[in-house]
Nanobody, 122 residues
Framework: HVQLVESGGGSVQVGGSLNLSCVAS????????IGWVRQAPGKEREGVATFHRDGFPVYSDSVKGRFTISQDSAKNTVYLQMNSRKPEDTAMYYCAAARRWGLCTQQDEYRYWGQGTQVTVS
C-alpha cells in the first residue's frame, strides 16, 4: 500500500508560479510510478507529468515547457513546479501512483491517489 499527501495548492495569477509537493510512504516499488494528474470541472482527467522507466520526465503537451516534475528520494517527495500559469491550468491536482510507466488518464490505470489539492489561476 502507498499513501500520498499533496500540498502547495492555492490561487495564483496568470503567468505566476506554484510548486506542489507529494510526500509518499509505503511500498517502494509502487512509488516508482508516481506522477501528477489533474481534473478540471466538466473536463476529463489528464495525466500531466510523471517519470519514464529510464528516470526521465514525461509531460503532457498542455504543460510541456511550463511544468517540471522532480523528486527528492531522501525525502520521499515528488514535486511539480508550475510556471507561466494559464487559466486553463485551474483544476484539482492529484498525486497518484500508476500501474505502469507513462502518462495515464483512466481511473483504473492508477492504484493509489492522494486527496488532491486545488489550484486556481485567475
Amino acid at each position: 500500500h502507498v499513501q500520498l499527501v499533496e500540498s502547495g495548492g492555492g490561487s495564483v495569477q496568470v503567468g505566476g508560479s506554484l510548486n506542489l509537493s507529494c510526500v509518499a510512504s509505503g511500498d517502494a516499488y509502487s512509488r516508482n510510478f508516481i506522477g501528477w494528474v489533474r481534473q478540471a470541472p466538466g473536463k476529463e482527467r489528464e495525466g500531466v507529468a510523471t517519470f519514464h522507466r529510464d528516470g526521465f520526465p514525461v509531460y503532457s503537451d498542455s504543460v510541456k515547457g511550463r511544468f517540471t516534475i522532480s523528486q527528492d528520494s531522501a525525502k520521499n517527495t515528488v514535486y511539480l513546479q508550475m510556471n507561466s500559469r494559464k487559466p486553463e491550468d485551474t483544476a484539482m491536482y492529484y498525486c497518484a501512483a500508476a500501474r505502469r510507466w507513462g502518462l495515464c488518464t483512466q481511473q483504473d490505470e492508477y492504484r493509489y491517489w492522494g486527496q488532491g489539492t486545488q489550484v486556481t489561476v485567475s
